[in-house]
């Protein structure tokens, strides 16, 4: 299996110089891998603050991570050389939050189309690009028509949103990372933004990582998930296992809260999550001050990962008689292919881990 | 049956901009009846943060409520001196505004805040009698006392949104309209807000209008709910028939785009986009992107009807 982007063991910590006492950890012991021989959606699920923009951020190369690395195509995208930045930042595109903000008012939107156009010399004659940006709005379901030649205040939230990901498609890329893609848009144009990226990877081949804090969208459209907690990972793995049987205490009270909208009522009595026993200090478990299951060792150190299954992974000392991630062990919790690994300490997997977690 | 502590009839609410009207609420009539929970949904700018301001009168230029009444106990607000409407805020329905986590004054305790809007309704009370008022309210939505001495920026904004539901219900109003409550709140403290309004509702015995966004949310905490569309009212309907059987064709298209948790596949968007509230399209405003729109749909507008006993819902094929 090769890797086309890969997140080893990243942790980033803002502020915190040697006068500063005021160090956040936002992100600690991240890992995340995409495949690159099978296009696939990841999400990366996470509450304010859980370090999830952090995330995409270090994986487009924008913050240097504190520790660890972040690897494209092998290569660590800190370090690489100019003409590999140059590919990486063709074949990796994002897509932000706010489809306002992306703009210049002055500008007509066919500027951010024609941008990406001469700058890597896609179209040789402007008949050329033409016919490539139309190309590209339709496949996001825009009449372009009705697209070109408007001013971003013209279009619609949605609609703006849609350009982006047809400018992030006019590259070709092989990744797509979707930052809050959604969140700012009405209900009834945010199945279909979902479903333009979820086209893309399935008619052109590109992964996505979609970064959000909507567990029920994330669910409709990805394979996997992520799921965080204040910086970091809670539990992981295979999206139908970890929301239809919840194993950690934070994902279970995620999923709980979330309200469903049906005729029957899922929110039922009051949410009385006390905390078992009382954290103090910043070391352990970081659910452990709301965990109602929570015990000592929680408070002592933060729990590796732990596979339940073939296809899931959690962090909770709840599951501490499954075998823990070892650091190294190339360990397979996404299906099929990709690979989350991560581990604190505990024993290195047994071989016949590697074996049943490839299927 | 409960008696009706609110009733809005033909209620319409213009924007005037240079490019012309926008209407923002067109010919709203509806009723709240006492200790019910009414849930108002909609699209952004579909009109129901206009509807709830409009309802306490508080539309600034160049809005302008252009027809219209509201019943409140028997007196209709809209003939109100200003004086008069100003006491009526608060003390008889009070608001939760969008983002009123963010309008607490940041450089004024907690206590010094409700106290505030205690005194400016006529309340005279010793500063023994404020410092027990304000720790019973804080109680009530599950505040420790100590945060009456606190600074906004020290409080959560879970933690924020509470203590504006506390000044919200500091004079026992009869109806409370909370306006997205709770948008900016992670899941968990969303569910522990929303937990807290219901608390203080029944205390209270209080009627609550709740307008949002997110109809999974509103479904939650609601009796009967409201849909909006383009500035009309289309369907009004008790919470578990809309999911059921909705009425109108926008409410039905509008739950499929809710993701669900239980089955993947199960979301899909409306094709279309809303219509600008200046330049509505002729006729009920939702037939460019219905797909059962008839020909008298483009001509005519349909008017609220009872598709059945307590469901109303403004659709030509009902008829």
């Given at each position: 299996?090769?890797?086309?982007?890969?997140?080893?063991?990243?942790?980033?910590?803002?502020?915190?110089?040697?006068?500063?006492?005021?160090?956040?950890?936002?992100?600690?012991?991240?890992?995340?891998?995409?495949?690159?021989?099978?296009?696939?959606?990841?999400?990366?699920?996470?509450?304010?603050?859980?370090?999830?923009?952090?995330?995409?951020?270090?994986?487009?190369?924008?913050?240097?991570?504190?520790?660890?690395?972040?690897?494209?195509?092998?290569?660590?995208?800190?370090?690489?050389?100019?003409?590999?930045?140059?590919?990486?930042?063709?074949?990796?595109?994002?897509?932000?939050?706010?489809?306002?903000?992306?703009?210049?008012?002055?500008?007509?939107?066919?500027?951010?189309?024609?941008?990406?156009?001469s700058k890597f010399k896609l179209a040789a004659t402007k008949a050329e690009a033409r016919a490539l940006i139309e190309?590209?709005?339709?496949?996001?379901?825009?009449?372009?028509?009705?697209?070109?030649?408007?001013?971003?205040?013209?279009?619609?939230?949605?609609?703006?949103?849609?350009?982006?990901?047809?400018?992030?498609?006019?590259?070709?890329?092989?990744?797509?990372?979707?930052?809050?893609?959604?969140?700012?848009?009405?209900?009834?144009?945010?199945?279909?933004?979902?479903?333009?990226?979820?086209?893309?990877?399935?008619?052109?081949?590109?992964?996505?990582?979609?970064?959000?804090?909507?567990?029920?969208?994330?669910?409709?459209?990805?394979?996997?998930?992520?799921?965080?907690?204040?910086?970091?990972?809670?539990?992981?793995?295979?999206?139908?296992?970890?929301?239809?049987?919840?194993?950690?205490?934070?994902?279970?009270?995620?999923?709980?809260?979330?309200?469903?909208?049906?005729?029957?009522?899922?929110?039922?009595?009051?949410?009385?999550?006390?905390?078992?026993?009382?954290?103090?200090?910043?070391?352990?478990?970081?659910?452990?001050?709301?965990?109602?299951?929570?015990?000592?060792?929680?408070?002592?150190?933060?729990?590796?990962?732990?596979?339940?299954?073939?296809?899931?992974?959690?962090?909770?000392?709840?599951?501490?008689?499954?075998?823990?991630?070892?650091?190294?062990?190339?360990?397979?919790?996404?299906?099929?292919?990709?690979?989350?690994?991560?581990g604190i300490s505990g024993q290195p997997g047994s071989p016949g881990e590697a074996q049943h977690a490839g299927v | 049956?409960?008696?009706?502590?609110?009733?809005?009839?033909?209620?319409?609410?213009?924007?005037?901009?240079?490019?012309?009207?926008?209407?923002?609420?067109?010919?709203?009539?509806?009723?709240?009846?006492?200790?019910?929970?009414?849930?108002?949904?909609?699209?952004?700018?579909?009109?129901?943060?206009?509807?709830?301001?409009?309802?306490?009168?508080?539309?600034?230029?160049?809005?302008?409520?252009?027809?219209?009444?509201?019943?409140?106990?028997?007196?209709?607000?809209?003939?109100?001196?200003?004086?008069?409407?100003?006491?009526?805020?608060?003390?008889?329905?009070?608001?939760?505004?969008?983002?009123?986590?963010?309008?607490?004054?940041?450089?004024?305790?907690?206590?010094?805040?409700?106290?505030?809007?205690?005194?400016?309704?006529?309340?005279?009370?010793?500063?023994?009698?404020?410092?027990?008022?304000?720790?019973?309210?804080?109680?009530?939505?599950?505040?420790?006392?100590?945060?009456?001495?606190?600074?906004?920026?020290?409080?959560s904004g879970g933690m924020k949104q509470r203590a504006c539901i506390a000044i919200a219900i500091s004079l026992r109003?009869?109806?409370?309209?909370?306006?997205?409550?709770?948008?900016?709140?992670?899941?968990?403290?969303?569910?522990?807000?929303?937990?807290?309004?219901?608390?203080?509702?029944?205390?209270?015995?209080?009627?609550?209008?709740?307008?949002?966004?997110?109809?999974?949310?509103?479904?939650?905490?609601?009796?009967?709910?409201?849909?909006?569309?383009?500035?009309?009212?289309?369907?009004?309907?008790?919470?578990?028939?809309?999911?059921?059987?909705?009425?109108?064709?926008?409410?039905?298209?509008?739950?499929?785009?809710?993701?669900?948790?239980?089955?993947?596949?199960?979301?899909?968007?409306?094709?279309?986009?809303?219509?600008?509230?200046?330049?509505?399209?002729?006729?009920?405003?939702?037939?460019?992107?219905?797909?059962?729109?008839?020909?008298?749909?483009?001509?005519?507008?349909?008017?609220?009807?009872?598709?059945?006993?307590?469901?109303?819902?403004?659709?030509?094929?009902?008829?």
């Amino acid at each position: 299996m090769t890797t086309l982007i890969e997140a080893r063991h990243v942790t980033k910590i803002f502020g915190g110089g040697v006068f500063d006492r005021n160090a956040t950890v936002a992100l600690e012991d991240f890992s995340i891998t995409v495949d690159s021989d099978r296009p696939s959606i990841t999400a990366v699920v996470g509450e304010s603050g859980s370090g999830k923009t952090t995330v995409a951020r270090l994986l487009l190369g924008l913050v240097t991570p504190s520790r660890g690395q972040v690897l494209y195509q092998g290569q660590d995208v800190q370090t690489m050389a100019h003409a590999d930045w140059r590919a990486f930042r063709r074949d990796v595109q994002v897509i932000f939050q706010d489809p306002y903000e992306v703009y210049n008012p002055f500008y007509r939107v066919d500027h951010v189309l024609t941008t990406p156009v001469s700058k890597f010399k896609l179209a040789a004659t402007k008949a050329e690009a033409r016919a490539l940006i139309e190309d590209v709005l339709e496949a996001v379901g825009l009449r372009p028509e009705e697209t070109l030649g408007r001013f971003p205040h013209q279009l619609s939230g949605g609609q703006r949103q849609r350009v982006m990901v047809a400018r992030a498609l006019l590259l070709r890329p092989r990744l797509i990372l979707a930052d809050e893609p959604v969140s700012m848009v009405d209900a009834s144009l945010r199945a279909s933004i979902l479903g333009s990226l979820r086209k893309m990877n399935l008619e052109r081949g590109i992964s996505i990582i979609y970064i959000t804090h909507d567990l029920a969208t994330a669910y409709q459209i990805s394979e996997n998930i992520v799921v965080l907690y204040r910086g970091s990972v809670a539990e992981a793995g295979d999206v139908e296992l970890v929301v239809k049987q919840p194993q950690h205490p934070y994902t279970q009270l995620l999923i709980s809260s979330i309200p469903l909208a049906s005729a029957e009522r899922t929110w039922s009595g009051e949410s009385a999550s006390a905390p078992a026993i009382q954290a103090t200090g910043a070391t352990g478990c970081k659910f452990a001050d709301r965990c109602p299951s929570a015990t000592p060792p929680c408070l002592q150190a933060l729990p590796p990962l732990y596979q339940t299954a073939p296809h899931r992974a959690v962090a909770c000392y709840l599951y501490q008689s499954a075998p823990a991630l070892a650091t190294g062990e190339m360990v397979s919790v996404f299906t099929g292919q990709a690979t989350l690994k991560k581990g604190i300490s505990g024993q290195p997997g047994s071989p016949g881990e590697a074996q049943h977690a490839g299927v | 049956m409960k008696p009706d502590v609110l009733r809005v009839r033909g209620l319409q609410v213009y924007y005037h901009t240079p490019l012309g009207a926008v209407k923002a609420a067109e010919d709203i009539s509806f009723s709240l009846k006492a200790e019910e929970r009414l849930g108002l949904v909609g699209e952004s700018g579909s009109g129901k943060s206009t509807l709830a301001l409009a309802i306490l009168r508080m539309i600034k230029p160049p809005g302008r409520i252009e027809a219209g009444e509201v019943w409140l106990d028997g007196q209709n607000v809209m003939t109100l001196s200003e004086e008069e409407m100003r006491q009526v805020r608060l003390a008889r329905i009070a608001m939760i505004p969008q983002g009123s986590m963010n309008s607490l004054n940041p450089v004024m305790r907690i206590q010094a805040q409700i106290a505030d809007a205690l005194r400016d309704h006529g309340v005279r009370m010793t500063k023994r009698q404020v410092e027990e008022r304000v720790r019973d309210l804080l109680q009530s939505v599950g505040l420790k006392p100590e945060v009456a001495t606190m600074f906004p920026h020290e409080l959560s904004g879970g933690m924020k949104q509470r203590a504006c539901i506390a000044i919200a219900i500091s004079l026992r109003p009869k109806v409370i309209i909370a306006d997205e409550p709770t948008s900016a709140l992670d899941v968990v403290v969303q569910k522990q807000v929303m937990e807290t309004l219901a608390r203080v509702q029944r205390a209270l015995g209080a009627s609550v209008i709740l307008v949002g966004h997110d109809m999974g949310l509103v479904a939650q905490f609601v009796d009967r709910l409201g849909v909006m569309y383009a500035g009309k009212l289309v369907e009004v309907s008790p919470v578990r028939d809309v999911f059921t059987k909705p009425l109108h064709p926008y409410t039905t298209l509008l739950i499929a785009t809710l993701p669900s948790l239980e089955q993947k596949g199960t979301f899909a968007g409306i094709p279309g986009l809303p219509p600008l509230l200046r330049d509505l399209p002729p006729g009920c405003a939702f037939h460019p992107r219905c797909p059962y729109a008839v020909d008298r749909c483009r001509t005519e507008v349909p008017h609220l009807m009872e598709g059945r006993p307590d469901s109303w819902a403004a659709c030509h094929l009902l008829s």
